[in-house]
């Protein structure tokens, strides 16, 4: 299947447009039916273009088949501008299998390999999806992530600027994933005064004006999920995010797709746990199921509107 028969565009001209216009795109990872439909809802209900990322343990927990029937089922307009995206592809097959059922772009993190490898396997993911029609980004530097609360973002690796023209010219990739402080999970900056590596991006995109940097582990992890998480019977301790402050002034200085999971992994739990809880003699899945769908929604046109910047940029 081509991902043009399902409605589905790559990112170039959404990344061409959010560069022209100084916002960014949020990519949001899908899992199930609740999260596909919140994320491409809130993108619907914003005129806003999106990314539905999908990880490799995503796309193994749903099944291809599962996943592309529901993706048909969006039955999506021409003028939608929603991409299927692989986020933290580790192989070559994955990225090719991806592209082959229907992805109209893809991630090849070989970020821990060494430079020279980084770029052979980015170049041959990037060519082979460039083929198909369809878009690629890779990873330099390394984004960090145990989801726990020892992670300390600045003991990551940071991209060197030094590399990254290079890389790109050498790869021929669409967008790069650069380490600048971030990390993955709910627990990412170790104070309240840490911040993004500002100096670093603001060098990257000096050497590479107007290509579209991508910034992963961008949650805002807002508190109002974990206090309800908390109060529901959950128990997350020392979750830290990304302040929307800190993430407008990435966009500004050239990050043009923004990663978020963690926050809809939140706001999905609370939906969840609040349903249960007022309702404890209750055992009907799409009571929960929705409350849960319908806090990731929120959250999506929340961060659309007041992180992105991505709203009614429909033509
Ligand atoms: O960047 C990683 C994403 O948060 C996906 O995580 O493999 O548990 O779906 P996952
Ligand atoms: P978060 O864990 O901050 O949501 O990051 C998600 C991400 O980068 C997915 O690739
Ligand atoms: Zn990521």
């Known amino acids: 299947m081509h991902y043009t028969e399902l409605g589905l565009v790559n990112t170039t001209s959404m990344f061409a447009d959010a560069v022209a216009g100084r916002y960014a795109i949020g990519a949001f990872n899908i899992y199930n039916m609740e999260t596909l439909v ?4 809130a993108a619907r209900e914003t005129r806003s273009p999106v990314i539905l990322a999908v990880s490799e343990s995503a796309l193994e927990y749903m099944g291809d088949d599962m996943l592309m029937s529901m993706i ?5 307009s021409p003028e939608e501008q929603i991409a299927l995206h692989l986020d933290h592809g580790h192989s070559f097959e994955s990225c090719a299998h991806a592209v082959d059922i229907g992805f109209s772009s893809v991630m090849i993190d070989a970020s821990d390999r060494p430079f020279d490898e980084n770029i052979d396997l980015s170049s041959r993911v990037a060519k082979y999806a ?4 369809a878009t690629t980004e890779a990873e330099l530097g390394t984004i960090g992530g145990h989801e726990d609360e020892f ?4 003991d990551q690796l940071c ?7 290079e890389f790109i010219m050498r790869t021929n990739i669409d967008s790069l994933a650069i380490a600048i402080g971030t990390a993955h999970g709910a627990h990412k900056m170790r104070a309240p005064t840490d911040q993004i590596r500002f100096d670093i991006l603001g060098e990257i995109a000096q050497k590479v004006p107007g290509f579209p940097l991508v910034l992963h582990g961008a949650s805002q992890i807002p508190e109002l999920f974990v206090t309800e998480i908390n109060r529901n019977g959950g128990n997350i301790q020392n979750a830290r995010g990304i302040p929307n402050d800190q993430l407008r002034q990435a966009i500004l200085m050239g990050i043009t797709k923004i990663n978020v999971d963690s926050d809809s992994r939140l706001a999905f739990t609370a939906g969840v746990r609040l349903e249960l809880t007022e309702n404890p003699d209750g055992f009907n899945p799409r009571e929960y199921l929705a409350l849960g769908q319908s806090a ?3 959250n999506a046109i929340n961060e659309i509107t007041q992180t992105m910047g991505s709203a009614n940029r429909l033509k």
């Open 296 to 298: 990731v929604y929120e």
């Open 151 to 154: 992670t300390n973002a600045y």
């Open 130 to 133: 460039h083929a198909h029609g």
């Open 159 to 165: 991209t060197d600027p030094a590399d990254v023209r």
């Open 72 to 76: 048909a089922g969006l039955r999506l």
């Open 38 to 41: 919140a994320i491409a809802s």
